[in-house]
């Protein structure tokens, strides 16, 4: 399998680029904070845990997030790859989830660290839109949020409840301080590939798409 991690602040793109890359390179896409958000949705015993978390935009226990991770990755049948968006946010993750893939004699292909200034994540986020179905992130501007529908699955638009400007901080905060050592744990290893994320959307999933295939 090819593992690809997306590693960025909150507003970077990861779920946009996520998405766009994994289908046109035919991978699997695991976003921690929708499988988290589905089960808040199910009402189960896994959203109940995770709802006040994600409420105060803090991390969910790192105990908790490596077991969903890991039994959705065991759950994976017949793909050459994931991308991992949003996983691992933290030293104990990272090494968990190395641990876990030297078991099945694998590891992480690339990581694709989204860089964009804090300016432009608080901008981004404030004036997201997610279609309620199927995720997709949109821009306060564009035709669907105008429509309040989404283009891919007609689904309902809303605003997540933890982009309000306070919760925001919070989670750059908890960014900062938390997953931003990744950044060289992973670059140490010679796996990281820092992209721009400041260019057009298309732009960036071309620099993404080509640092993967390059392998640097
Ligand atoms: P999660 O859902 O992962 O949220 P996040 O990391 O805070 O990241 P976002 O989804 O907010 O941003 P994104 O990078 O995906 O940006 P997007 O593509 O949407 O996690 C939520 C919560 O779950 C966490 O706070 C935590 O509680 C919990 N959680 C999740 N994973 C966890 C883990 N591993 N451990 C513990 N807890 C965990 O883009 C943002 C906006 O910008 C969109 O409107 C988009 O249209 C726009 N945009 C994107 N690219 C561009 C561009 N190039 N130019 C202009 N606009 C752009
Ligand atoms: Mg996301």
Redesign the pocket.
């Known amino acids: 399998m090819y593992n690809v991690i997306f590693l ?11 998405e766009v890359v994994a289908k046109e390179l035919k991978l699997a896409h695991m ?4 499988l ?2 589905k089960a808040i949705e199910r009402g189960d015993e896994l959203g109940d845990t ?1 709802k006040s ?2 409420e105060r ?4 226990p ?1 105990e908790i ?1 490596i077991s969903v ?1 890991l039994k959705h990755l065991a759950g994976l049948k017949d793909v050459s790859g994931i991308i991992l ?6 030293l104990r ?1 990272a090494e968990a989830l190395d641990e876990a893939l030297v078991k099945q004699g694998e590891g992480i292909g690339r990581v694709i660290y ?1 860089n964009v200034p804090e300016d432009e994540l608080v901008r ?2 404030s ?4 279609c309620r179905s199927c995720q997709s ?3 306060c501007g564009c035709a669907e949020v105008a429509e309040g529908k989404c283009s891919r699955c007609q689904g309902e638009l809303y605003q ?1 409840p ?2 309000t400007p306070e919760t925001v901080k919070e ?1 750059l905060k ?2 900062f301080s938390k997953t931003a050592p990744l950044i060289e744990y992973y670059r140490s290893k010679g796996k990281l590939s820092e992209i721009d ?5 298309t732009e ?1 999933t071309k620099r993404i798409i080509s640092a993967i295939k390059c392998g640097k």
Do not use: C, H, N
Not at 31 to 34: I, L, S, V
């Open positions: 960025g602040a909150p507003g970077s793109g990861k779920g946009t680029q996520g976003a921690t904070g929708d988290f958000r995770v978390y994600m935009g803090e991390l969910v790192d997030t991770v968006d949003g996983f691992p946010r933290s993750q989204i981004r986020l004036g997201r839109w997610v992130p949109y821009q997540r933890d982009d989670r908890v960014y994320g400041m260019a057009e959307i960036v």
